[in-house]
């Protein structure tokens, strides 16, 4: 069975770090193209990055470049995303999801599975 598990979310003052865990089961990351997209209360769920397997090449929304890095242990097949000098504005529950493509958009329509979300709060 497939399965995302998301892990790191909390609440973070202004400027803080926070590191985001996407632990895969019940199948293997070589294969598949991993995605953190997040969704802020009333608005729409939006991606946020995405790493491809055939090369690992990287994809940032322009909200997060510079602060953001997503990066994948295939060893643990484990995909973690690095915020850095967070924002309130960053505030979401930031979910994880694997298309089975080394290499795909980072956008929601071939994202096939999806993880349960973890809360990020950014606040003073």
């Known amino acids: 069975q497939v399965q995302l598990v998301e892990s790191g979310g909390g609440l973070v003052q202004p400027g803080g770090s926070l590191r985001l865990s996407c632990a895969a089961s019940?199948?293997?990351?070589?294969?598949?193209?991993i995605g953190w997209f997040r969704q802020a209360p009333g608005k729409e769920r939006e991606a946020v990055s995405c790493i491809s397997s055939s090369d690992g090449r990287t994809y940032y929304a322009d909200s997060v470049k510079g602060r953001f890095a997503i990066s994948r242990n295939y060893a643990q097949d484990t995909v973690y995303l690095q915020m850095n000098n967070l924002k309130p504005e960053d505030t979401a529950v930031y979910y994880c999801?694997?298309?089975?493509?080394?290499?795909?958009?980072?956008?929601?329509?071939?994202?096939?599975?999806w993880g349960q979300g973890t809360q990020v709060t950014v606040s003073s």
């Open positions: 999801a694997a298309v089975e493509a080394v290499q795909a958009m980072c956008v929601m329509d071939p994202f096939g599975s």
């Open positions: 019940g199948f293997t990351l070589d294969y598949y193209t």
